[in-house]
């Protein structure tokens, strides 16, 4: 069973930088690194969106327009943990942010999820 924890949330001004990670555990290095992993965000009162997924090549990588330019993600398949990057923040970045896994491919539709972390963006 895959595991994921989140970590690096936090309250940040706008235009502020924060780093995600999300650690996996319960699989090897090995074969954990045929999955590919998204980061997902859910504010209050909306609906939950997807924000950036890398595929397990770490050769194809998405990203929702609104964060374009300013989020990167990225993985060490040694370590099992992908980071995500966050730039140039904004108020509607607020949100908790989830990480989950699936087999391959970024399709939206994950098979393990985190428990998620929060992100404040507040002057």
């Known amino acids: 069973q895959l595991q994921l924890v989140e970590s690096g949330g936090g309250l940040v001004q706008p235009g502020g930088s924060l780093r995600l990670s999300c650690a996996a555990s319960?699989?090897?290095?090995?074969?954990?690194?045929?999955?590919?992993i998204g980061w997902f965000r859910q504010a209050p009162g909306k609906e939950r969106e997807g924000v950036s997924c890398?595929?397990?090549?770490?050769?194809?990588?998405y990203y929702a327009d609104s964060v374009k330019g300013r989020f990167t993600i990225s993985r060490d398949n040694a370590k099992k943990t992908v980071y995500l990057q966050m730039n140039s923040m904004e108020f509607e970045d607020t949100a908790v942010y989830y990480c989950?896994?699936?087999?391959?491919?970024?399709?939206?539709?994950?098979?393990?999820w985190g428990q998620g972390t929060q992100v404040t963006v507040s002057s």
């Open positions: 989950a896994a699936e087999f391959y491919h970024c399709s939206g539709h994950p098979d393990y």
């Open positions: 319960g699989f090897t290095s090995d074969f954990y690194a045929n999955y590919a």
């Open positions: 890398i595929s397990s090549s770490d050769v194809i990588t």
